[in-house]
């Protein structure tokens, strides 16, 4: 009698974003927009909509990181099979500068904007680090280092594709209108801050719009590529992105509480609903942290919510210079 036992492969491992993040070095935010919006992967979803990533997906998600960081476009390299991505991936030699496939080694992609920003950076031990980056990479240009935010020359400003690049200690959810108001003071197309220590709902809060929260890396190396991939990230977006709010708590409960001079009360009743409605977009983003298996879910919502707001804006705009009102100084 014979034993004719079959021999059984393990199990392939399955992934949770979070050591899929860690395995490819595709921060968490990216990895959920890289799949929704491109469809660089597909992972597989528990019953309760959590998503497992396998060891191709990740491999996929690294080589991806990989050229995004070499100035490639996110939109550009999920259209590319494995087999493609390792082509390219041998092209880049020494890690040298990589464009769009529609262009030369050197040259700035296009559709999509830059590839590289110009970085204006503030803190301490950041403010060290990105000085020794920009040094050695010369796909970024430093436009200012800075130790702390009161160091930054009043007249300071970051015109065209510039990143805001901050370091803070502690994140709280408080925080949000004040680096808003920052980036727009220099006016910065993007904000990345990194962080050592923060509250759920502070990463929630700010990692929306044009604005990312990333934990604080160990090396260089990493910060390098977390400058370069939140960018990719910012430029894939383009004009179809949430924006910033226009307008902080403060400024609207100000118009809100105006005494207008045209026979309605439009921009009081326009700020008041700007106010909701900035308050559910902050809602959904921390729901997407609460309630990962939900997240694709309040990602919708977030985005709704941002693009009701960016219209009420408009609005707003016009009608408060109909009543007279200086928006600049709010």
Same mark, same amino acid.
């Given at each position: $009698?014979?034993?004719?036992?079959?021999?059984?492969?393990?199990?392939?491992?399955?992934?949770?974003?979070?050591?899929?993040?860690?395995?490819?070095?595709?921060?968490?935010? !990216?990895?959920?927009?890289?799949?929704?919006?491109?469809?660089?992967?597909?992972?597989?979803?528990?019953? =309760?909509?959590?998503?497992?990533?396998?060891?191709?997906?990740?491999?996929?998600?690294?080589?991806?990181?990989?050229?995004?960081? #070499?100035? $490639?476009?996110?939109?550009?390299?999920?259209?590319?099979?494995?087999?493609?991505?390792?082509?390219?991936?041998?092209?880049?030699?020494?890690?040298?500068?990589?464009?769009?496939?529609?262009?030369?080694?050197?040259?700035?992609?296009?559709?999509?904007?830059? #590839?590289?920003?110009?970085?204006?950076?503030?803190?301490?031990?950041?403010?060290?680090?990105?000085?020794?980056?920009?040094?050695? !990479?010369?796909?970024? @240009?430093?436009?200012?280092?800075?130790?702390?935010?009161?160091?930054?020359?009043?007249?300071?400003? $970051?015109?065209?594709?510039?990143?805001?690049?901050?370091?803070?200690?502690?994140?709280?959810?408080?925080? +949000?209108? @004040?680096?808003?108001?920052?980036?727009?003071?220099? =006016?910065?197309?993007?904000?990345?801050?990194?962080? !050592?220590?923060?509250?759920?709902?502070?990463?929630?809060?700010?990692? @929306?719009?044009?604005?990312?929260?990333?934990?604080?890396?160990?090396?260089?190396?990493?910060?390098?590529? /977390?400058?370069?991939?939140?960018?990719?990230?910012?430029?894939?977006?383009? /004009?179809?992105?949430?924006?910033?709010?226009?307008?902080?708590?403060?400024?609207?409960?100000?118009?809100?509480?105006?005494?207008?001079?045209?026979?309605?009360?439009?921009?009081?009743?326009?700020?008041?609903?700007? $106010?909701?409605?900035?308050?559910?977009?902050?809602?959904?983003?921390?729901?997407?942290?609460?309630?990962?298996? /939900? #997240?694709?879910?309040?990602?919708?919502?977030?985005?709704?919510?941002?693009?009701?707001?960016?219209?009420?804006?408009?609005? +707003?705009?016009?009608?408060?210079?109909?009543?007279?009102?200086?928006?600049?100084?709010?």
């Amino acid at each position: $009698m014979s034993n004719n036992h079959e021999t059984r492969s393990p199990p392939e491992p399955r992934y949770r974003i979070g050591m899929a993040s860690r395995l490819s070095g595709v921060p968490p935010h !990216n990895l959920r927009k890289w799949e929704s919006r491109y469809g660089v992967v597909n992972p597989q979803r528990t019953p =309760g909509g959590g998503r497992l990533y396998s060891t191709q997906d990740v491999e996929r998600l690294s080589r991806a990181r990989h050229l995004v960081d #070499a100035g $490639m476009d996110i939109s550009e390299v999920a259209r590319l099979d494995d087999e493609q991505l390792d082509e390219l991936l041998h092209a880049l030699g020494g890690g040298a500068a990589l464009a769009s496939s529609a262009g030369e080694a050197g040259t700035t992609p296009t559709p999509g904007g830059p #590839a590289s920003p110009d970085v204006l950076v503030i803190g301490n031990a950041l403010s060290t680090v990105m000085s020794q980056i920009a040094h050695e !990479n010369p796909r970024i @240009r430093l436009l200012g280092s800075y130790v702390s935010e009161q160091d930054v020359p009043a007249d300071a400003v $970051m015109a065209g594709e510039t990143l805001l690049v901050l370091e803070q200690t502690g994140l709280h959810p408080d925080a +949000l209108d @004040r680096i808003q108001e920052l980036a727009s003071r220099l =006016g910065a197309r993007g904000t990345l801050v990194f962080y !050592n220590f923060a509250s759920r709902g502070a990463i929630a809060a700010l990692d @929306r719009g044009n604005i990312r929260a990333v934990a604080m890396p160990p090396s260089a190396y990493d910060v390098e590529r /977390d400058v370069f991939a939140v960018w990719g990230e910012l430029v894939a977006s383009g /004009d179809g992105g949430a924006s910033a709010p226009r307008f902080t708590e403060h400024a609207l409960a100000t118009i809100a509480q105006a005494s207008p001079t045209v026979a309605c009360e439009c921009p009081r009743h326009i700020a008041s609903i700007l $106010m909701t409605v900035q308050a559910f977009e902050r809602y959904s983003a921390e729901c997407i942290i609460a309630q990962p298996d /939900d #997240a694709a879910l309040h990602e919708r919502l977030r985005d709704t919510a941002a693009a009701a707001r960016s219209l009420l804006e408009g609005a +707003l705009v016009d009608v408060a210079r109909a009543d007279g009102m200086d928006l600049a100084a709010l």
